[in-house]
């Protein structure tokens, strides 16, 4: 668990983000690639990020009405804005899953399936898979449209120290934390929402920031080791496009493995899938993945807003700070 308290001073702000990024690395390796809970570490990790950075901020005696607060709220406008898509992309995912609901309650329901019974089945199946094709699509133009124009990008362009040491410090504080929540937002979305078919390229560790002089060089680097690791898993995906949430992609996989053996089996007449065992086997995994998505995707939903209440908090704390100074 990290000591909140090391964020006290501008290094220790430094500090406190590295070793956030270190332990999102370490889950990162420990789950499945885009899983809920790694998402949910993720959304969490932001969270934590932006609670501490309002209370270093007060902590710096900082002028009153200098640039510095303009920037703060240009940054918290974005995280906003990119946390409203989050929320409608995830939101959408209830008429797929309740879809999915549907069709192993049918299963449930009908133990033995008539060849009448199984062509409902397979045609509930495709209707399914056309929820997951259309949300898909709403993802993507809400992606163009919305997160396009917030420039969620990693910044390795600045090199002048003295840049990043205005305002005690701060700036150079806001220029990670600009960072940072690029990529933990740009995972987020690429999880939850859609993933371009092509990624940014990757960040070149060695490119500049081992040598880099400001005090958050280390952060830099593991900053720029977990895009690479991110990256990669990415590149190494049969169809990067689409919505790469692990639990999402699996049910997809069930669902279609599923109705290929139900398919299968209706030239042969009745099918009683659950003396079958590869069909039970089949049937129950695909309940486990829906399972995991509603509970999953309800989790995120509520952290997201217990996020804009702190960003909120966060905002109105800042202008009050410095109205009362």
Known sequence: MM??????????FYNFLTRGIDDLERVFLSNNFMSI?????????????????????????????????????????????????????????????SSGF???????????????LS?????????????????EGDNRAMMETRIEPLSL?????????????GFSGFRGVLYAMRNVS????????????????????????SGGYEGCLFYGSTFMISTARLHQRV???????PGRAGILLYEFRRSRAAMDELRGELERRLSQGSVDWESEGGMR?????????????????ENIISQIDDFFDEIVEGRKKLLDFCSHR
């Open 3 to 12: 000591d909140p308290s090391s964020t006290n001073s501008v290094n220790g």
């Open 37 to 97: 809970q790694f998402l949910q570490r993720v959304l969490s990790l932001l969270r934590s990020f932006h609670s501490q950075l309002t209370i270093l901020v007060q902590k710096l005696h900082l002028p009153v009405g200098e640039k510095w607060l303009d920037e703060y709220m240009d940054e918290s406008s974005k995280l906003w804005e990119a946390c409203h898509v989050l929320k409608t992309g995830i939101s959408g995912m209830e008429n797929y899953y």
């Open 102 to 116: 549907n069709i192993t309650s049918s299963l449930d329901g009908h133990r033995r399936l008539s060849p009448q």
């Open 119 to 135: 062509r409902q089945v397979i045609r509930a199946m495709s209707g399914c898979r056309r929820e997951a094709v259309g949300l």
């Open 153 to 165: 990008k990693f910044d390795d362009k600045v090199s002048v120290e003295s840049k990043l040491n």
């Open 182 to 205: 690029s990529l933990l937002l740009m995972i987020l979305l690429y999880g939850l929402v859609y993933c371009w078919p092509e990624p940014e390229p990757e960040f070149s560790i």
């Open 231 to 237: 990256t990669a898993e990415i590149n190494q995906m």
């Open 281 to 297: 086997e089949r049937v129950e995994i695909l309940k486990g993945n829906f399972g995991i998505l509603r509970g999953g995707t």
